[in-house]
């Protein structure tokens, strides 16, 4: 079936420090990969998407590529903030599929002032 | 303007009893979701209405019983709750049923069963 694997936190950075969080992937077929944020005691909100190979989502700085041939689609951002203190989600869902979003496991991500 | 709303945000309650909890999105979406999130953030879907009708159902207790009255609101009503409940729920909404949509969340639900 399908499953997304990500990187288990916390993750501790300083402020201005380059990040990278790491979410693979096993699907069927081709499908559409997201970045969900939730910030302390808020619901998720989307962060970024890519819909098809080599594609790039990118939004508030942070990135990530969609690569086919690894199977992965890493969060990275140059120099993160202490807003940017939140559990990332990595989800993918496949189109005609069961219509439904497979999260992964979430990555808590501290920022230190 | 609340995109998706949910009431209560918190209840506590005791084991045994039978609580609702209820959700609200003003975006014009077709599709509704549940969620259950544990402890440790883990992420489950329960359920998914499009257009009142049920399209998702994942291996839930049948003590858990969503209900639709229309495509803005979509509700959860739990009988004789366990301590294996609490936890935080999640409502989500997209434009419609292809999973590709961004969901909408609210800002969730801390369910304390004691």
């Known amino acids: 079936g399908n499953s997304v694997t990500q990187m288990e936190g916390p993750v501790t950075l300083s402020e201005e420090a380059f990040l990278t969080i790491n979410c693979t992937y096993t699907?069927?077929?081709?499908?559409?990969l997201f970045w969900y944020v939730q910030y302390p005691g808020e619901g998720l909100q989307l962060l970024l998407k890519a819909t098809k190979a080599d594609d790039k989502g990118s939004n508030k700085g942070f990135e990530a590529t969609y690569r086919k041939e690894t199977t992965s689609f890493h969060l990275e951002k140059g120099s993160v903030q202490v807003s940017d203190s939140a559990v990332y989600f990595c989800?993918?869902?496949?189109?005609?599929?069961?219509?439904?979003?497979?999260f992964g496991k979430g990555t808590r991500l501290h920022i230190l002032p | 303007d609340t995109a998706v709303s949910q009431t209560p945000k918190y209840l506590v309650t005791q084991m045994g009893n039978d609580k609702s909890i209820k959700c609200e999105q003003n975006l014009g979406h077709d599709t509704m979701y549940w969620y259950k999130q544990d402890s440790k953030k883990f992420l489950k879907i329960m359920f998914s209405y499009n257009n009142k009708e049920l399209i998702i159902n994942e291996t839930v207790p049948n003590r858990f019983s969503p209900k639709s009255p229309d495509k803005a609101h979509l509700n959860l009503h739990i009988n004789s709750l366990e301590l294996g409940d609490s936890a935080v729920y999640f409502c989500?909404?997209?434009?419609?049923?292809?999973?590709?949509?961004?969901?909408?969340f609210g800002p969730g639900t801390r369910l304390t069963v004691l």
């Open positions: 989500a909404s997209s434009q419609d049923r292809q999973s590709y949509n961004e969901q909408f």
């Open positions: 989800a993918l869902s496949e189109p005609l599929g069961d219509d439904k979003i497979i």
């Open positions: 699907a069927t077929g081709y499908p559409s």
